[in-house]
């Protein structure tokens, strides 16, 4: 059975020593905000974690930022950094939880069922007192791995665009209500301004604490409830590439109501050929 998505520190630490765990840093950051994940990761991490680079493990023949890799490069890089389904897999980030979901949500897709994700990830692991490593990371060993690829986590723009013609499922955007209603642009150039017709709105953030942990489930209900998502119906999330909608994603998971997540999100659709845009709220 899969564990729950997410860990609290005290729980990821009990479990210090064990050899079927293995942790991995997913932080990352917009270019915007002027951080490297990596360099953060070998100035301070967890012990025993390795690093998670969210724009390298991805697919590079495309131009779009961090698409899913194909299987068997996932499976790949997978094998580098020590990772197997038959382990358990912890991922957090610096942030609180963001890059980590979508992690947690690659994972999942190649069919990792073990995976979950630290509440509240480093801020909270250092709010606790818990112990942290310096200095150079130690390279992870290489393990053999396999990949399940479920589809059903994962939609395109035409399974979208048909979803929303047809009604099938409703499109839940993870970004800023500006720039979700067209008022502010776009932070990666050459994208339009505004939301998919007929998209709710439900920026990440209100579904975490001011310290980056995810909400109680009753609050994640009744945030997805006042964004006018229906928890009984089919959900996609979507948001500016992917990473914040799986933000999304992880809170359904909790809530028993697991939706897909748009990979090429606005990052795709927003580029002119794209999708059809609409402004104003939703």
Not at 74 to 100: T, W
Request: charged share 25%.
């Amino acid at each position: 059975m899969s564990p729950s998505p997410l860990i609290s520190s005290a729980e990821l630490a009990s479990r210090f020593g064990d050899p079927e765990l293995r942790l991995l840093d997913a932080s990352w950051f917009l270019p915007a905000e002027g951080r490297s994940g990596r360099e953060e990761f070998a100035a301070e991490r967890i012990p025993g974690a390795v690093f998670f680079d969210v724009d390298a493990v991805s697919d590079t023949s495309v131009d779009l930022p961090h698409m899913l890799p194909a299987p068997g490069a996932f499976a790949e890089a997978a094998s580098a950094l020590g990772l197997s389904p038959d382990l358990d897999v912890v991922v957090y980030d610096s942030f609180g939880i963001r890059s980590s979901a979508r992690v947690w949500w690659t994972l999942k897709v190649m069919g990792f069922e073990r995976v979950q994700v630290l509440d509240g990830g480093l801020r909270a692991w250092k709010a606790s007192g818990l112990p942290l490593e310096t200095g150079a990371p130690r390279p992870p060993s290489p393990v053999p791995t396999r990949v399940r690829f479920d589809r059903t986590r994962l939609r395109d723009r035409e399974d979208v665009a048909a979803a929303l013609a047809s009604g099938a499922a409703q499109i839940v955007d993870a970004r800023g209500a500006p720039r979700f209603r067209g008022e502010a642009p776009e932070p990666r150039p050459g994208l339009r301004s505004g939301h998919m017709p007929g998209a709710r709105n439900l920026p990440f953030d209100r579904l975490l604490t001011p310290e980056g942990r995810l909400k109680p489930p009753v609050a994640l209900a009744e945030a997805f409830r006042e964004a006018g998502v229906d928890l009984a119906r089919p959900i996609v999330a979507t948001c500016g590439s992917g990473v914040t909608a799986s933000v999304l994603a992880l809170a359904l998971e909790v809530l028993g109501a697991p939706a897909a997540v748009y990979d090429g999100s606005w990052a795709e659709w927003g580029l002119e050929g794209g999708g059809e845009v609409a402004t104003g709220a939703a």
